[in-house]
């Protein structure tokens, strides 16, 4: 069975500081895919980024990076120099090939940035 | 390019009645997945479905049932509606097989409110 574990229920800040948002997954799948989304108050997720559990390469993209960790089993998500517009649900999430790739979420993180 | 589609928005029922929700996937995608996400949870997985049949289910009771039509649109029912039905109701779609690039892309969502 997979199990995502997002351990931080609400995080505030102000504008322009940095959040991290914790994930940590458990699975017995070798071959396994993690995502971020983003849940605004419309409630439609956005897709933010994917990786696959053969990449432990961490990255930036805008002003967003990730931490993947297979040694720990977590994938952290931090957004540099938040803005109002970032005030969300964050869902960590993991979709396993024996599974056929079905969705299994966290609980979310909502995300406050104040001006 | 037409994303995920979901109607209606909101919907309002009453114990023990039945309700049929929609999603037309994304151009190109010919597979569909159904999420129930309750009040401050993360989204759960009720099924999928690819060339008009059930391909996966999630831990959900046989009041849930679903269709697919040859056009790839979806539609959720549920029968003899709870209390604890009430959520918002995800549908993603993506490409069967896709593997790697399995990529979900989330509609809007249709709030279901039981009363």
């Known amino acids: 069975a997979q199990k995502v574990t997002q351990a931080q229920t609400e995080i505030s800040v102000v504008e322009k500081e940095d959040v991290t948002l914790d994930c940590v997954y458990e699975t017995r799948d070798t071959t396994y895919y993690l995502f971020w989304y983003k849940q605004p108050p419309s409630g439609e997720l956005v897709f933010l980024i994917r990786r696959n559990s053969f990449d432990e390469q961490n990255e930036i993209s805008g002003r967003y990076s990730w931490n993947f960790q297979k040694s720990t089993s977590s994938f952290n998500f931090t957004i540099t120099a938040s803005q109002v517009v970032d005030s969300a649900v964050y869902f960590c999430?993991?979709?396993?090939?024996?599974?056929?790739?079905?969705?299994?979420f966290g609980a979310g993180t909502t995300v406050t940035v104040r001006a | 390019d037409a994303g995920v589609t979901q109607s209606p928005t909101h919907l309002i029922k009453t114990r023990g009645q039945q309700v049929t929700l929609r999603c037309s996937p994304k151009?190109?995608?010919?597979?569909v997945s159904w999420y129930q996400q309750a009040l401050g949870q993360g989204p759960q997985f009720i099924f999928q479905y690819y060339e008009e049949e059930e391909r996966q289910r999630g831990n959900f009771p046989d009041r849930f049932s679903g269709h697919q039509f040859p056009n790839y649109s979806s539609e959720l029912n549920v029968n003899a509606l709870l209390l604890g039905d009430s959520a918002l109701y995800l549908c993603?779609?993506?490409?069967?097989?896709?593997?790697?690039?399995?990529?979900?892309?989330f509609g809007p969502g249709t709030r279901l409110t039981v009363l």
């Open positions: 151009s190109g995608h010919d597979t």
């Open positions: 993603a779609s993506s490409i069967y097989g896709a593997g790697i690039y399995n990529e979900q892309f």
């Open positions: 999430a993991l979709s396993v090939s024996s599974n056929d790739y079905k969705l299994s």
